[in-house]
């Protein structure tokens, strides 16, 4: 994890590789300093570095969607909100409340990390600065359901150290309707409102709470067919359109699976929701099982399925590949 100075570079660029292990082994044990990591001195003064960085990375995070989340709630309802604007970054019809949103975050997020590259799916590449740390924002996941008064949109923040999903430290998304706050910190675990949430424990499909994205708009011929034994022996199956909502319910305990083979879904869609998801304990990849991960860029796109364990998905993996 980088360590960044307001309006600065950032100071201890060299440790970033050691400190990524550090946060990701858990508690330091007794023989720490054979890893590299310089003894109980060194331990003690890396964890109050840590925590004082996962703090700053928390409260701009949550700054900035609450910013989000305000300006939201002004326009909408309203006729100017749904002005189209032209085409985004990632390719889908831009609105004044897509924008709109998209300004309260890089506004809110430019007065503490000063330099940043911002990526969007609006606006696309955005250097603050003089760049340097990579943020992922996703202004609205749900724009047709905010258009049509469908209650469930969110925003959502990503924090990376490079280009890639792989380099996300940080993450946090809002559920724009209820403020609903998930973040997660490397290492730190995953928050709900500030308590620490974990997914549940199903195992079967059978037993399990299972969302899907069906919107394929009659581009993806058989699409249905894929999942129909998903959706036919899934316990309880659900649908709202907003993924970043679906992926953070898995992470909280709401619902057990998501499953979104489209490959539709853009790197802003999910690059918070994932990473949360996995802080939290849970599994993400995509559909062919492997590590989710890609370039950190508006049209970068993947299928995926998130579930609440290693079981589960294993279960799911082996019905869609009976399917295919």
């Given at each position: 994890m980088?360590l ?10 060299p440790?970033?590789?050691?400190l ?6 858990g508690p330091?044990?007794?023989d720490s300093?054979r ?15 840590l925590?004082r ?7 701009l995070t ?9 300006r939201f ?7 100017e ?5 032209g ?9 004044v409340?897509d924008?709109?949103?998209e300004?309260?975050?890089a ?6 990390l000063?330099?940043?590259v911002l990526?969007?799916?609006e606006s ?6 003089g760049?340097g740390?990579?943020?992922?924002v996703?202004?609205?996941d749900?724009s ?5 008064g469908y209650?469930?949109?969110s925003?959502a923040?990503a924090?990376a150290?490079g280009?890639?999903l792989?380099?996300?430290v ?8 209820t ?6 910190e490397?290492g730190?675990?995953?928050y709900?409102n500030?308590k620490?949430?974990r997914?549940r424990n199903?195992k ?5 709470f299972?969302a899907?994205?069906?919107n394929?708009?009659?581009?993806i011929g ?7 034994e ?6 309880h199956v ?8 679906e ?11 998501f ?13 918070a ?5 996995k802080e ?6 995509d559909?062919?099982?492997r ?6 860029e ?5 299928a995926m399925v998130?579930?609440?364990?290693p079981?589960?998905?294993e279960d799911?993996?082996?019905?869609l590949?009976?399917?295919q």
């Open positions: 980088k960044i100075e307001s309006g600065g570079q950032d100071s201890s660029a440790h970033a590789s050691r990524r292990r550090a946060v990701s082994v330091l044990s007794r300093s890893r590299g990591f310089g003894g109980k001195g060194f331990n003690v003064a890396l964890r109050s570095l925590l960085t996962a703090m700053r990375f928390k409260e949550i700054e900035a969607l609450r910013s989000a989340r305000a709630l002004e326009l909408r309802g309203t006729e909100a749904h002005r189209e604007l085409t985004g970054a990632g390719g889908d019809v831009m609105r409340i924008l709109e949103v300004k309260a975050i506004e809110s997020l430019a007065k503490s000063k330099d940043f990526v969007s799916e696309g590449l955005k250097t603050y600065g760049g740390r990579v943020v992922v996703d202004p609205l749900g047709t359901n905010v258009l049509r209650p469930a949109c925003s923040v924090i150290e280009m890639t792989r380099d996300v940080a993450a946090g998304v809002v559920n724009l309707v403020g609903d706050l998930y973040y997660a490397m730190l675990g995953a709900l500030d620490r949430m997914p199903t079967r499909v059978e037993e399990a299972i899907f994205e069906l394929v708009r009659g581009q058989g699409y249905v067919s894929r999942i129909a998903l959706i036919e022996r899934a316990r659900r649908l709202i359109g907003s993924d970043a909502l992926i953070c319910f898995v992470a909280s305990g709401t619902s057990d699976a499953v979104d083979l489209r490959g539709f879904l853009r790197a802003p869609d999910f690059a929701s994932a990473f949360i998801l939290a304990g849970g599994i993400i990849t559909a062919d099982g590590e989710l991960n890609c370039k950190l508006p049209k970068a796109r993947s998130a579930t609440c364990t079981e589960l998905h799911i993996m082996k019905r590949k009976r399917a």
